[in-house]
C-alpha cells in the first residue's frame, strides 16, 4: 500500500516503513515543471492538476513520465499522445 497523505504525529509513520508495514510513498512523476513546458501558465489550477495526477499516479500504478504525460494530455488538453 502506497499513501502520499500520511499525518506525521513523531514520525510514526516512518517507524511503519522501517518496520515493512507501509511503503513510502513514491515521488510524483508529473511536476510543475511539465506543465510549464505543455503551456500552463502557473496558478491555482497547477496544484490542483499535480494533486490529480498524484492521485491516478496511485490508484493505476504509472511508472513512467510517459504514462503521467499520457494522462495530461487527455485530461488538460483533450488529446490522446501515440
Same mark, same amino acid.
Given at each position: 500500500m502506497r499513501v502520499h497523505h500520511v499525518y506525521d504525529h513523531s514520525g510514526v509513520?516512518? !517507524?511503519a516503513i522501517a518496520e515493512g508495514v507501509l511503503q513510502a510513498p513514491h515521488p510524483p512523476l508529473?511536476?510543475? @515543471?511539465d506543465l510549464i513546458v505543455w503551456g !500552463?501558465?502557473?496558478g491555482?489550477?497547477?496544484g490542483t492538476?499535480?494533486?490529480e495526477a498524484l492521485i491516478e499516479q @496511485?490508484?493505476?500504478g504509472w511508472t513512467?513520465?510517459?504514462e503521467a504525460l499520457s494522462w495530461l494530455a487527455v485530461r488538460w488538453l483533450g488529446v490522446t499522445l501515440v
Open positions: 509513520w516512518r !517507524l508529473l511536476t510543475g @515543471d !500552463l501558465s502557473p491555482p489550477d497547477f492538476l499535480l494533486n @496511485d490508484v493505476i513512467t513520465k510517459e
